[in-house]
Structure formats: structure tokens, C-alpha cells
């Protein structure tokens, strides 16, 4: 957070003619409590500061009292887009501990999971992004996609945001009958509106003017600041975990892992955009193709991991997620980590800013996709 | 490189390294040789750790571990390194000027658990608040009566 002595720092630090202003932490294009601290020289950009802790919750320290049962709910409060995404991370480390297999089924209705996840998180950035950027119309577009996802999860795991669906062993339940109809209405209504996308904001010209050679991040620098995800990826690193180590059924699917090699925003911009497609490629191949049987592995009502340390790696929609958990061979955790993506993306953020414009500064944050809970945790 | 050349290779590098096995290979080292063979994982032609994906610490009550995790992007292997610091006066080099990533997670890690990143270029509070003053909130020592944390 941000002290009082350090407004004194700043302003004596800076230079003849710059000047220190506050973006936050009550800002619109921060989509929640960022605090960057910037040093202007006229309009351009000298330093960009991160001042985190507004929505700390001290997640890992919480967990620590928790059994290995309960952590994962509070993990969907992580980063909340990728809910899903989060417990499967938990789920799978714990399972990694206890040496369970999962059945089959349970592994694809954990990947559908995922996947309608990344395109429901995706569709909002995108949303969210055309509208920082002054486009209010595609925020409609996006969520009018993003509402039906959310329905299919409603109805079969009771909750929007925060699913908590995934446990160790498998899933909560099984899914809902109306399931995998309502998934094929979404393809469907997907595939018959997705070119609007590329009509309204990718093809604009005011639109890649405003994002083309914006916030240049050359590879190495990228892999240096541990960038991950379609942060990376736009910078032609190859950083997707679903091809690079893959878990659950990933090995066996067909999908692309996406790379553009344009380094700045509007290649991270096509990330994104490309990344959806092949989502619903996964999620067809799936759909029809879902194996019957248990949807959960037979558990102990306790949780016992054997004294150690596992770390399970997945992909969410901004990137990395590592899960670390030192064990004891008690019933709760030691100690647990989360790297969570955004947080070092974040850190990337002062580097790519440096020189530019302070107006090109929201296109930057955006094609981050910052998701502030997840870098405070 | 599989784990068994991995650990042949970094044996050659580290000899008094300890080494564990596991999913992937652990060096234990001492905080006096700790810098040169982080240098030497990130330029070693032949590992190019290049992505620190993971820094952290742990708090066993009588030391704190920090635990870095590596990977290399050009070869795809992966290990873990672990330097025990004294729980008194946890002191380490920054890996910062080798990975730019470490800096924001060192700042994280000095600040709840009061580890001294030695010649780190911006070593303040990231997260806490102002004016924060006492123990680091995620050792096992802290208690706070009044935000309880423990159910």
C-alpha cells in the first residue's frame, strides 16, 4: 500500500517539470483496487508504480487452518474469472498428494469446465477492454455470450462466479441433464455471432491505431518477468502448461497452442480473440464424447497428505497458476503458495509503460488483463 | 535433459549441493554459495534457466527455506533450488538483476516474512499497510487478536 512518506519520496525524486499523479485505487479501467503511482514528464510516461494490498485477504495464510477439503472454496475468490480453473488447480494438487485417479468422466467435465470458463473470462476482458478504450457497444456483445455460459454453470453448479465444483477426487455432482443441449445452443449462438467481434473492434482502424506498437514486450524480457499466458504468447514465448505439461485428457485433444509474434498489445489483443476459437474446439470435440461412469473417485471423509511438497501447474485465462503445497502429513496445509499469473504480469507493467504516452496506458493495462484479487490474493 | 543428466550436470556445477529426488530434481545450498550458482543455472549453455516460475518462502519454525522454482523455456526442464536461512536474521542475495521477475516477489516475501534481500534495487512494503510495524504476517509466530485469521 501506498505510505504517506513516500508522496514526499516521489515528488522529490522527480524531476524539473514532472509531475506525480495517482491512477486509482478508485479508477474505472483498473476493474478493481489497483493503485498505480505514475511519474509524468508532460505526457509521457517516466515510472509506473504498483501500490498492491487493497483487496488482500490473506488467502494463503487462511488456508493454512483450513482441511484440504475446504482451502479450495476460498480459492475461487482468487481470481474470480477463472473460479473453476482455480479449484481444478487445488484439486489436482491434493490428488497429486493422495495419489488418486480421477475417473474419466470427471476429467472431461473438468475440462469442458475449464474451457467455457476461459471463453467466458475471455468474452468479458474483451468486453471490458473495447469499453476502457472508449467502445461501449461490445461490452452488450460480450456479456450477451458470457450470460449463457454462465446459465449453464448456474444450473449445474448452483453458482455464477464462484462455482467451487471441483473437489479432490472428481466433481461436486454430476452434471445437469440439460447440460449438453445447452452447451450445443451456445455453440450455436457463438458461431453465428462471433464474426461481429472482428466487424465491431478488431478490424477498427481507430481501434489498431490505438493498440498497434503500444507496449512493446520483447520475448526475452517477457520470459524474464515471468510473464505467462497470452501476456507472453503475444510475445511469441511458448508458455501454454495445457501443451508444454499436460494434464487431465489436454495430451489427447486437438487444439492449437496460439502464438503471435507482433510483441505489442494488439498481438495479445489476437491471443485472446484466437484463443476463443480453439476453447470451442475442445469443447466440441468433447460434448458429444462425454464417457459415462463415476464423476467422483471414492475419498476419506478426512484429508490426510503424506509429509512432502506437490506443486500442480495449470492454465488459466491470464496465464500460470502454480499450486504449492508443503505438507506435514497433517490434515491442513503447512504452508501453501499460489503463483498466481497476475502478479507477475503486473510486474511487467512499469517496463512496457516507460516512454509512452499517458493515454495508451489504459490499452496497456488492458491487454494484460489484470484481474486485481488475484495479484493481492 | 531428464532429471538423471540434470543431476549428473549439477553435480559437476555444485558439488556440496545436496540433491533430492522427486518430480523434479531439488539443490539444497548454503547462502554463501547461493549467488554464483544461480548465475551459473541461468548461463550455463547447457540449462539456460531462464523462467524463475515460482519464488517463495516457508517458515519450519527453527529456519525459513526460500524455495525458487526454475524452468527453462529453450530445453523444458525444470528444478527446484533451496537455500535455509537463519530464522533470527534471514539474510540472502537478491536474484533480481538475473530474473526481473524476482523483484516484485522478493518484495512480497520481505514483507511477510522478513527476509533481508541483500543489494535488492527496491526492497519496501508491496502489500501491508502504512505504517505497518511488528512480525511478518505469514510466519508461524505471528497472532493478530484483533483480524483472527485462524477458525
Keep these: 500500500m501506498y505510505r504517506e512518506t513516500e508522496v514526499i519520496q516521489d515528488l522529490a525524486t522527480a524531476g524539473e517539470g514532472d509531475m506525480v499523479i495517482n491512477v486509482g485505487p478508485q479508477h474505472p479501467a483498473t476493474h478493481g483496487v489497483l493503485h498505480l503511482v505514475i511519474t509524468l514528464n508532460g505526457e509521457t510516461i517516466k515510472k509506473v508504480e504498483p501500490h498492491l494490498g487493497y483487496i488482500h485477504r490473506s488467502i494463503e495464510k487462511m488456508c493454512e487452518s483450513l482441511s484440504y477439503r475446504q482451502f479450495i472454496y476460498v480459492t475461487s475468490r482468487m481470481d474470480y474469472l477463472s473460479a473453476h480453473i482455480n479449484n481444478h488447480a487445488c484439486a489436482m494438487c491434493v490428488e497429486k ?171 495479445r489483443y489476437m491471443v485472446r480473440i484466437r484463443e476463443m476459437q480453439q476453447s470451442i474446439r475442445i469443447v466440441e470435440q468433447l460434448i458429444d464424447n462425454i464417457p459415462e461412469g463415476d464423476f467422483q473417485a471414492k475419498t476419506k471423509a478426512v484429508l490426510k497428505l503424506p509429509k512432502g511438497e506437490f506443486y500442480t501447474r495449470v492454465e488459466t485465462a491470464r496465464g500460470e497458476l ?33 516512454g509512452s504516452k499517458i493515454g495508451d496506458l489504459v490499452a496497456m493495462m488492458g491487454t494484460l488483463d489484470l484481474v486485481i484479487p488475484d495479484i493481492d490474493r | 535433459m531428464t532429471n538423471e543428466e540434470l543431476k549428473i550436470k549439477l553435480t559437476e556445477l555444485l558439488p556440496e549441493a545436496i540433491l533430492e529426488d522427486g518430480e523434479w530434481i531439488t539443490a539444497n545450498t548454503t547462502p554463501a554459495a547461493f549467488l554464483p550458482f544461480m548465475h551459473q543455472l541461468r ?91 511488528g512480525k511478518n504476517p505469514l510466519r508461524k509466530d505471528f497472532e493478530d487478536p484483533i483480524n483472527m485469521i485462524k477458525l
Design chain 1, 97 to 267: 498428494g493422495l495419489q488418486v485417479e480421477v475417473p474419466p468422466r470427471a476429467q472431461v467435465i473438468r475440462v469442458l469446465m475449464d474451457e467455457l470458463t476461459r471463453i467466458a473470462s475471455h468474452e468479458l476482458w474483451w468486453g471490458a477492454m473495447a469499453m476502457d478504450l472508449g467502445a461501449f457497444t461490445p461490452f452488450f456483445h460480450a456479456f450477451r455470450e458470457r450470460e449463457s455460459i454462465n446459465d449453464i454453470m448456474e444450473e449445474t453448479c448452483g453458482a455464477r462466479l464462484t462455482m467451487n465444483y471441483m473437489v479432490p477426487g472428481g466433481v461436486m455432482h454430476d452434471l445437469h441433464p440439460n447440460f449438453q443441449q445447452r452447451v450445443k445452443d451456445f455453440l450455436q449462438l457463438y458461431k453465428r455471432k462471433i464474426h461481429e467481434y472482428d466487424e465491431l473492434v478488431t478490424g477498427n482502424i481507430i481501434f489498431q491505431n490505438r493498440m498497434k506498437n503500444i507496449g512493446v514486450l520483447k520475448a526475452e524480457d517477457a520470459i524474464s518477468y515471468g510473464c505467462s499466458g497470452p501476456t507472453a504468447r503475444g510475445s511469441g514465448v511458448s508458455s501454454d502448461i495445457r501443451k508444454l505439461y499436460p494434464y487431465e485428457i489436454y495430451n489427447k485433444l486437438e487444439f492449437d497452442e496460439v502464438l503471435e509474434t507482433g510483441c505489442d498489445s494488439f498481438a
Design chain 1, 322 to 354: 502454480g499450486v504449492y503445497i508443503v505438507s506435514e502429513g497433517g490434515t491442513t496445509p503447512y504452508r501453501i503458495k499460489f503463483r498466481s499469473p497476475g502478479f507477475s504480469n503486473l510486474s511487467v507493467l512499469d517496463h512496457i509503460a516507460r
Design chain 2, 43 to 133: 548461463n550455463d549453455p547447457s540449462l539456460l534457466m531462464d523462467y524463475l516460475f515460482c519464488l517463495t518462502c516457508i517458515d519450519f519454525k527453527t529456519h525459513l527455506t526460500m524455495v525458487y522454482h526454475l524452468s527453462s523455456t529453450s530445453f523444458r526442464h525444470n528444478m527446484v533450488v533451496k537455500v535455509k536461512l537463519d530464522a533470527a536474521k534471514p539474510e540472502v542475495e537478491t536474484v533480481s538483476h538475473i530474473w526481473r521477475t524476482a523483484e516484485f516477489h522478493e518484495r512480497e516475501v520481505y514483507e511477510l516474512f522478513g527476509v533481508n534481500f541483500l543489494h535488492h534495487p527496491d526492497l519496501r512494503l508491496l502489500i501491508l499497510p502504512d505504517g505497518w510495524e
